[in-house]
C-alpha cells in the first residue's frame, strides 16, 4: 500500500511538472507589455491558443496610454474597432507555432491603429517574450519585451 502511495504521488508531481513546463514553452498565458521607450508597464494581455492551434492576444488591463488614460479607445483604428475601448480588444491573431518561434499572425498597434506582421520567441525559460512587430521583411520593425505574470499558465479558448 505505501509503495502505491509513493508512485501515485510521484506521478502527480511529473504531472505538475510537465504542466509547469508547458506553462513555460508556450506564449499562452497573461503577458505585461512592457513599453519599448519608457521602459514601463503598459498593459496586461492575455494569449490563449484557438482550437485550430493559432494564438490571438486581447488586452485586459492599461496600465498607461498616450491618451493620458486607463481607459483608451482606438481612435486610430479604422473600421469597426474605430473609437472603441482597447481593453477587450483582440490586437493580435493568427499567430502559429514554427520550430522555436511563433509567427504568421498579425498584431495591431491600438496606439496608431496599424497592423503588423508578428514574430513571438520565448526567453529566460518561457518568462519573456519577444514580440516583433514588422512591415515586410522583419528585419525592419520593433522588438517588445513583455513579461508572463507570475502564476499564470496557458489558457485555451474553447
Same mark, same amino acid.
Given at each position: ?17 510537465? @504542466? ?28 490563449? @491558443? ?8 486581447? =488586452?485586459? @488591463? ?52 496599424? =497592423?503588423?506582421? =508578428? ?11 519577444? =514580440? ?11 522588438? @517588445? ?14
Amino acid at each position: 500500500m505505501r509503495t502505491l502511495i509513493v508512485s501515485a504521488l510521484l506521478a502527480l508531481g511529473l504531472v505538475m511538472a510537465a @504542466q509547469a513546463h508547458a506553462a513555460d514553452s508556450t506564449p499562452a498565458g497573461l503577458w505585461t507589455q512592457i513599453d519599448d521607450a519608457t521602459g514601463k508597464p503598459k498593459s496586461l494581455i492575455e494569449i490563449t @491558443q484557438l482550437p485550430d492551434g493559432a494564438l490571438q492576444g486581447v =488586452v485586459k @488591463q492599461v496600465y498607461f496610454s498616450d491618451q493620458g488614460t486607463t481607459h483608451p479607445v482606438c481612435d486610430k483604428c479604422e473600421g469597426e474597432l474605430h473609437n472603441k475601448p482597447v481593453v477587450g480588444m483582440t490586437i493580435m491573431w493568427g499567430v502559429k507555432h514554427d520550430g522555436d518561434q511563433w509567427d504568421g499572425g498579425k498584431i495591431m498597434d491600438p496606439g496608431n491603429g496599424k =497592423v503588423y506582421k =508578428v514574430k513571438l520567441s520565448l526567453e529566460d525559460n518561457g518568462q519573456k517574450l519577444d =514580440v516583433r512587430g514588422y512591415i515586410g521583411w522583419s528585419l525592419f520593425g520593433r522588438t @517588445q519585451t513583455w513579461i508572463r505574470k507570475a502564476g499564470t499558465a496557458p489558457a485555451a479558448t474553447p
